[in-house]
């Protein structure tokens, strides 16, 4: 079963939109919770990443939110472009550890 | 990529027949990750390594052996391969929590 649930699986905005796509988490034990984006047939890369004791993280037009009471995260992409089209994926790592547990992944599609 | 390659890129197998995925990296890391991708899983860590001769399973690593004798190389092998083994293997080096780059993938296919 999966540790980190993401949703939704698949979403499509207009250029210029906000794309949201939420995760959430159980284990309080996780302390690092990255974000990486893949294009078609490549791998994937690190986008953003946040840790617990901040709420939100800006990266040009990519933001992070992060509920610790609510153990949800969330990535928002602003003005959305055609060249953000590809699938996100959330992720967290066990404090003292060095492995990912990752979400299932979102599919964004930004129509021109 | 980060100085990762993987290779092949491309393999179509039958079952039952043993394979053998590489990774090399020239970043000199010490941590190397070899994950599967497949729709509705996200990526699931197969094996991990530490350092030369030091591995450990990850979540889904029946049917999976790793080794790594040298810094730079890191082998998956599926000693008998299965159908549910078809799936887009990625290795990845580097710390998490640090930076982490992933190579360009291997699709594999059982028949």
């Known amino acids: 079963q999966q540790q980190v649930k993401q949703s939704p699986q698949s979403l499509i905005v207009q250029k210029g939109g906000i794309s949201i796509i939420n995760c959430a988490y159980e284990?309080?034990?996780?302390?690092?919770f990255p974000w990486y984006q893949q294009f078609p047939g490549k791998g994937p890369a690190l986008l953003i990443a946040?840790?617990?004791?901040?709420s939100e993280k800006k990266e040009g037009r990519f933001t992070i939110s992060f509920n610790k009471s609510a153990k949800q995260f969330s990535l928002h992409i602003m003005d959305s472009q055609p060249g953000d089209s590809a699938t996100y994926f959330c992720?967290?790592?066990?404090?003292?550890?060095?492995?990912?547990?990752f979400g299932a992944g979102t599919t964004v599609t930004v129509r021109a | 990529d980060a100085g990762i390659t993987q290779s092949p890129r491309h393999k179509v197998t039958e079952t039952g027949t043993p394979v053998t995925l590489r990774c090399h990296q020239t970043?000199?890391?010490?941590?190397m990750y070899w994950y599967r991708q497949d729709p509705g899983h996200g990526l699931r860590l197969i094996h991990y390594s530490y350092g030369v001769k030091d591995t450990d399973k990850g979540e889904v690593s029946d049917g999976y052996s790793v080794s790594r004798s040298k810094t730079e190389d890191f082998l998956l092998t599926l000693e008998s391969a299965t159908s549910s083994q078809t799936s887009v293997y990625f290795c990845?080096?580097?710390?998490?929590?640090?930076?982490?780059?992933f190579g360009p993938g291997t699709r594999l296919l059982v028949l």
């Open positions: 946040i840790r617990p004791d901040v």
């Open positions: 992720a967290a790592r066990l404090s003292n550890d060095y492995k990912l547990s």
């Open positions: 970043e000199n890391h010490r941590y």
């Open positions: 284990n309080t034990a996780f302390d690092y």
């Open positions: 990845a080096i580097g710390i998490v929590g640090e930076t982490q780059y």
